[in-house]
């Protein structure tokens, strides 16, 4: 995918392979370097699920880059974070649709697409790019004015003042989950 900067041409050990198994398999390696625990990204032993990733997670990148784009487009050049966003499968024990390496220049934001349907993925998005864009984990009154800022952007609901704040904005924007995150990352769904 020319042009787009989070292609996975970016991550293999040189040429990137014909074979969609091992670009599936070298891709999900080097996502687990930028996992703020590796054990997030673990590589399934399912060749099935990996070739599905060599052969689509290119499209599916290019999607995200839209959405970070279009929280890019909500503040001013000057003030916008060096993001990076990819697609990937987290660990069901972590219970997480994505995740936000604040450690990582640029910031490195995770998402498990398969865990919420294709129109929820900006709002997946939002969430982890206000992390990004305070460079913080906290769900605080900064993260609050940040969210309510990008809902109100990009026509999402925004958040409203509750007294379990943390909680509350712990998921926000709301999304609903698919019942098996696996089975979309097999091609299933
Ligand atoms: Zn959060």
């Excluded at 305070?134 to 609901?157: A, K, M, N, T, Y």
């Amino acid at each position: 995918m020319p042009g787009n900067p989070d292609s996975i041409t970016r991550y293999g050990a040189g040429e990137v392979s014909p074979d969609p198994f091992v670009r599936g398999y070298e891709y999900l390696q080097a996502v687990r370097q930028l996992a703020l625990d590796p054990k997030m990204v673990e590589v399934p032993d399912n060749p099935r699920l990996i070739t599905w990733v060599g052969n689509h997670i290119d499209a599916i990148n290019a999607q995200l880059h839209g959405s970070l784009e279009a929280c890019h487009g909500c503040f001013h050049a000057e003030v916008r974070r060096q993001v990076r966003i990819l697609a990937t499968p987290l660990a069901p024990e972590f219970g997480i649709d994505g995740c936000c390496n604040i450690w990582r220049n640029p910031v490195a934001i995770l998402i498990d697409v398969g865990r919420t349907a294709p129109a929820d993925w900006l709002r997946v998005v939002v969430h982890e790019y206000a992390h990004a864009h305070l460079c913080s984990p906290g769900h605080d009154r900064r993260f609050f004015e940040v969210i309510c800022h990008l809902c109100l952007g990009l026509g999402l609901e925004p958040p409203q003042r509750q007294s379990e704040m943390e909680t509350y904005l712990r998921y926000w924007p709301q999304v609903s989950c698919r019942i098996n995150p696996l089975a979309f990352w097999m091609g299933y769904s």
